[in-house]
């Protein structure tokens, strides 16, 4: 079993940007990004694949959010830029060592979840 511990979270205004980080307590998994904004359902944002080779977006951040990894530390980062309010959700880091080599993009392709941390972006 993998623990996952995000951090970065914060308080941004509207244009600003955050780098989430996800810190694993193992290795060999591929990675997810989600959030869930109140009264919503928990979505896909982005994911990387164990290598890194591969990775994947929601619509709503593609070219805006980088995901990327650096195994040698165990951790996976969530590059977050021109930020808006609909970007306010608690954002949740998941793993699954099913499917190391694809990214899920939904909440059953990963077995492990981290608490969250929160991100508010002004307007």
């Known amino acids: 079993q993998v623990q996952l511990v995000e951090s970065g979270g914060g308080l941004v205004q509207a244009g600003g940007s955050l780098r989430l980080s996800c810190a694993a307590s193992g290795r060999g998994y591929a990675v997810g990004w989600f959030r869930q904004a109140p009264e919503k359902e928990r979505e896909f944002v982005a994911g990387i694949s164990w290598s890194g080779g591969t990775a994947d977006y929601s619509d709503s951040v593609k070219g805006r959010f980088t995901i990327s990894r650096d195994n040698a530390k165990n951790t996976v980062y969530l590059q977050m830029n021109s930020l808006k309010p609909e970007d306010t959700a608690v954002y949740c880091c998941?793993?699954?060592?099913?499917?190391?080599?694809?990214?899920?993009?939904?909440?059953?392709?990963?077995?492990?979840w981290g608490q969250g941390t929160q991100v508010t972006v002004s307007s």
């Open positions: 998941a793993a699954t060592g099913r499917f190391t080599g694809a990214v899920r993009t939904t909440r059953a392709g990963y077995d492990y």
